[in-house]
């Protein structure tokens, strides 16, 4: 079975991946939505988006951290 990265949408092969809200990513597609600086330990969500710290407040959401896990 091959699992696709929810950012890029390709197949994620090998041990970079990490999984954010029950999806799969590449650990160099969690990035924040709006700069694009890596998010390397905890981030927010949004709509299914990512976002870093301080760029979801700055946005003024509603801030929900989600923290993911590395495998
Ligand atoms: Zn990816
Ligand atoms: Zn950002």
């Known amino acids: 079975m091959i699992v696709c990265c929810a950012g890029c949408q390709k197949p994620i092969t090998g041990k970079f991946l990490v999984t954010v809200l029950e999806r ?3 650990a160099e597609c969690v990035r924040c939505a709006d700069c ?3 998010l390397t330990d905890k981030c927010f969500s949004r709509e299914g988006k990512l976002f870093c710290r301080s760029d979801f407040f700055s946005l003024g959401h509603k801030w929900r951290l ?3 896990m590395s495998f």
Request: aromatic share 22%; net charge neutral; charged share 0%.
């Open 36 to 38: 694009g600086c890596a």
């Open 66 to 68: 989600i923290s993911y």
């Open 24 to 26: 799969t990513w590449h």
